[in-house]
């Protein structure tokens, strides 16, 4: 999987989707790295809510998710 800069929309953050994903998908996600946060969000919705983890919760998701 490789990532993409997406284009946000007046954000600090620089949001990254996946190559996988295409403008008319079904479901789409963004992660965005900030100092000590991993920022998660909807890309229909750039505006709408965000999550955030902290460095060694997403380094845990990342490994549980790329062994199952």
């Given at each position: 999987?490789s990532?993409?800069?997406?284009?946000?929309?007046?954000s600090?953050?620089?949001?990254?989707?996946?190559s996988?994903?295409?403008?008319?998908?079904?479901?789409?996600?963004?992660?965005?790295?900030?100092?000590?946060?991993?920022?998660?969000?909807?890309?229909?919705?750039?505006?709408?809510?965000?999550?955030a983890?902290?460095?060694?919760?997403?380094?845990?998701?990342?490994?549980?998710?790329?062994d199952?």
């Amino acid at each position: 999987m490789s990532v993409k800069p997406s284009a946000g929309h007046g954000s600090e953050l620089k949001w990254f989707k996946s190559s996988y994903s295409t403008d008319d998908g079904p479901a789409c996600v963004e992660v965005a790295s900030a100092l000590g946060a991993i920022h998660i969000r909807d890309s229909k919705i750039e505006q709408g809510p965000q999550l955030a983890f902290g460095v060694t919760g997403w380094a845990a998701f990342v490994s549980y998710a790329a062994d199952h």
